[in-house]
């Protein structure tokens, strides 16, 4: 199968739900997955129902074991919002993440490769877009490579294969509604 590389960018909601849809698709299909969250750290909601999938498909009898461990998440980042001019320490995560994430890629042990935030940490500073263009190079022919994040270069647009663009039309964010457990974090 070639793989292929897609990018969920927008000023709208779901850019991390699609990317977490997609991966939970991949597994059914019983692919290897790994997720490389970028600017995140801490139990996110998605963190705790990846947990719980990979318990529920591990206690499974009718899949015999044959999925647990499809989905493998790691987190490169301080856990707080980057305003202004990013901390040391935010640059040193995304360091490791872009190391890990390159890892990720020429492995060999995954089929799908999810960059999450990986734009925001563009847009911050915290490396740059010529970083994950490299990364798409040495993506193998037949790994599905997701970005995701607000604000995607045009250089990476310009080389991404599918380009979702998710725009905000409404949202209740907008009538102070904060980000609610489940829904949105």
Do not use: W
Request: hydrophobic share 40%; with cysteine.
């Amino acid at each position: 199968m070639k793989g292929y590389v897609q990018i969920y960018t927008g000023t709208g909601k779901g850019k991390t739900t699609a990317a977490l849809g997609l991966a939970v698709r991949a597994v059914g299909a019983g692919l290897r997955v790994y997720i490389c969250q970028f600017m995140k750290s801490g139990d996110y909601s998605e963190i705790k129902a990846l947990k719980r999938l990979s318990e529920c498909l591990a206690e499974s009898p009718a899949l015999d074991g044959a999925i647990t461990g499809a989905i493998t998440i790691e987190q490169f980042g301080t856990g707080r919002f980057v305003r202004g001019k990013p901390a040391e320490k935010e640059f040193e995560a995304g360091r490791q993440g872009l190391a890990r994430l390159r890892e990720a890629l020429i492995s060999g042990d995954f089929d799908v490769v999810i960059a999450e935030e990986a734009n925001v940490a563009v847009s911050c500073g915290i490396f740059s877009a010529e970083a994950l263009c490299d990364l798409i190079d040495i993506k193998p022919p037949d790994m599905e490579l997701v970005i995701t994040g607000r604000g995607a270069a045009e250089s990476l647009i310009n080389r991404a294969d599918l380009v979702t663009d998710m725009r905000a039309v409404k949202h209740y964010f907008e009538n102070g509604v904060a980000a609610r457990t489940g829904i949105e974090k």
